[in-house]
């Protein structure tokens, strides 16, 4: 494994380009559970994997319905207000720091990228501590509406402050487009990246285990020395993708990815940083 970490490490430090992906398994060091592990959410409860896929149902045919849902249940992920990152945000924060890390496209709606200090965070699935309008895009922090009030008032659902119509969670529902800022970003940092550390995701949940496949599609032409003297050119794959995660995914089996890191993001990311830092010495 030391050899994998110095491997990483110097691939990130020769990049021009590098973003992370991220997934759950990430966010399970900070003591949130994941949806599909073998302790599950809904490994646990298949009945919440029912009703998460009507949701978004419900609010494009009553919003209020909707809000009267959400405001009655608890939350499945537990108290993520107190929820603290690990070291394998802090090291991810720190890699934007060192100027090397240029974006984090997450799938977890947790936050806790931003508690962390990354700065150019795209929440791929929305994020708990917003709202958003379906309507215009816009979002809304939590606190800008007291939608307790509201449903004591009578007065549910909350309405957008800009376009007037209803507005939901900025978590992204079953069945629920991606919100296209978020996908349009997304697409065009795979597409431009050199490095892409996917970490603590299965790579299973479309369309966000699409991104490692579109930037594993970007060639560049690259001059090599061929035995006769002559120099060739040839195309080459354009993006490094590394995989830091417990188990093989799709990307491994497939060779979409270059190498899997395998072991606890809390553990392999602050040891990709620190060797970072002693190359640069």
Known sequence: MESLIERAARDLASSHHA????????????????????????????????????????????????????????????????????????????????????????????????????????????????LRCPSCGSRFSRQEYDVERLRQEGQLPPLCRKCGSPIKGDVVHFNEPIPSDIAHESLDEAWKCDLMLICGTSSVVYPFAQLPRIARQRKVEKEQKAQSGLYLVEEVAATTIIEVNAEPTPLTREGISDYLIQGRTAEILPKIVETVKELSR
């Open 19 to 130: 973003i992370a992906l991220t997934g759950a398994g990430i966010s399970t060091e900070s003591g949130i559970p994941d949806f599909r592990g073998p302790s599950g959410i809904w490994t646990k409860d298949p009945e919440a994997e029912r009703r998460a896929y009507q949701t978004y149902h419900i609010f494009l045919n009553d919003p209020k319905e909707y809000w009267e849902e959400i405001l009655a249940r608890l939350s499945l992920l537990g108290d993520l207000e107190n929820a603290k990152p690990n070291p394998g945000h802090h090291a991810l924060a720190e890699l934007e720091k060192m100027g090397i890390l240029k974006c984090v496209v997450t799938q977890n709606v947790d936050g806790l990228h931003d508690k962390a200090g990354s700065q150019r965070v795209l929440e791929y699935h929305g994020g708990v501590f917003k």
